[in-house]
T-cell receptor, first 112, second 118 residues
């Protein structure tokens, strides 16, 4: 089955700096890659997703890049703010939500 | 849009009792919902797929008789933890698809239920 590895497990940045979280996946058949933000005591919230026919997608301060050849994708957050502090999960899917495989999560802390 | 409501947000129960958790799609119809379990500082583990009008599909290692799932309408799925024990204490999260399950439709999550069994 699919295996998704996520790095780093923890990340601290100064407010205003950029943060990058990287994920690799094992199955080249995966074609959908969402990113979720989970705040303490809450469920994950979809923040951005990308499909395999696209190399990059941007939504305001958040961007995701996908390298299908290398089988890795990354989340980029620019101009970080304290409210960006949360756990971020990447995921990969081959065709259905049931097949969605999550990474292990990254605890992002934005220091004021 | 695409709001998933989960209730209760936390519950404490005594060992041996049963607990029901509700998951509702508030502004859309969800033929498919999913139930996850999350341990502290860990990722989400899929427990089962809840299909409206049919039996749930459980992942390997998940006890069907312990975690009863009912999806009686297009907006409501319930998870009942039967004869709960302390090891069942965990964070349970539901999610719902906003489109066809076969095409990577966005998955939206509820806010989770913290279950503590004493």
């Amino acid at each position: 089955g699919e295996n998704v590895e996520q790095h780093p497990s923890t990340l601290s940045v100064q407010e205003g700096d950029s943060a990058v979280i990287k994920c690799t996946y094992s199955d080249s058949a995966s074609n959908y890659f969402p990113w979720y933000k989970q705040e303490l005591g809450k469920g994950p919230q979809l923040i951005i997703d990308i499909r395999s026919n696209v190399g990059e997608k941007k939504d305001q301060r958040i961007a995701v890049t996908l390298n299908k050849t290398a089988k890795h994708f990354s989340l980029h957050i620019t101009e970080t703010q304290p409210e960006d502090s949360a756990v971020y999960f990447c995921a990969a899917s081959m065709g259905s939500a049931r097949q969605l495989t999550f990474g292990s999560g990254t605890q992002l802390t934005v220091l004021p | 849009g695409a709001v998933v409501s989960q209730h209760p947000s936390w519950v404490i129960c005594k060992s041996g009792t049963s607990v029901k958790i509700e998951c509702r799609s508030l502004d859309f119809q969800a033929t498919t919902m999913f139930w996850y379990r999350q341990f502290p500082k860990q990722s989400l583990m899929l427990m089962a797929t809840s299909n409206e009008g049919s039996k749930a599909t459980y992942e390997q290692g998940v006890e069907k008789d312990k975690f009863l799932i009912n999806h009686a309408s297009l907006t409501l799925s319930t998870l009942t933890v039967t004869s709960a024990h302390p090891e069942d204490s965990s964070f349970y999260i539901c999610s719902a698809l906003t489109g066809p399950s076969s095409y990577n439709s966005p998955l939206h999550f509820g806010n989770g239920t913290r279950l503590t069994v004493t």
